[in-house]
């Protein structure tokens, strides 16, 4: 009888990966600088969407020089674990995401130690965010749970830092 129980867990353990990795991943975004907006799906079918991650790196460049660089499609995966975690159906306002190594130093001298010099932002493994139908508080405990990547929360200035490096938080 265990054998069987353990047949039927592996299928349908099997079944499940198979519906992930069908499923499409729809992320929704406003940038809070220049007042855009996008809706894209960036994964179908078991992988991501060029299309879709080059209109995400045009979307997420430094808002300042219009520099872009390929970002981390991981960040994307955060993106909708932390929208699927809180059952959110906002959308993501943007305060940062990539930044020219020109802008992170800027803001680095003008922030009193606030800002990275090695920054996750400049490698395009990092954004700033908050979910308009979440609070900022429960975001920040909900990327904690995720145990993904860096965690940082920002309550003053209202928003949520997470990325693709080693797990931390502050």
Sequence with gaps: ??????????????????????ES?????FHTHTGDSLEV???????YIPEALQQLTTFLADWRNGE????????????????????SNGRFEIISAYRSPETNEMLRKKSNGG???????????????????????????TALELQVGGVGYYPKSNFVHVDTGRVRTW
């Design 1 to 22: 009888m265990k054998f069987l129980n353990k047949i039927a867990l592996m299928i349908c353990m099997a079944a499940f990966h198979i519906n992930a990795d069908a």
């Design 25 to 29: 991943r729809t992320l929704s975004f």
């Design 41 to 47: 799906t960036y994964w179908r079918e078991g992988g």
């Design 68 to 87: 872009q660089l390929d970002l981390d499609p991981g960040l994307f995966d955060i993106l909708y674990r932390l929208k699927e975690s809180t059952g």
């Design 115 to 141: 800002v990275a010099r090695k920054s996750q932002h400049v490698l395009g493994k990092a954004i700033d965010i908050r979910l308009s139908d979440v609070d900022t508080r429960t975001l920040y405990e």
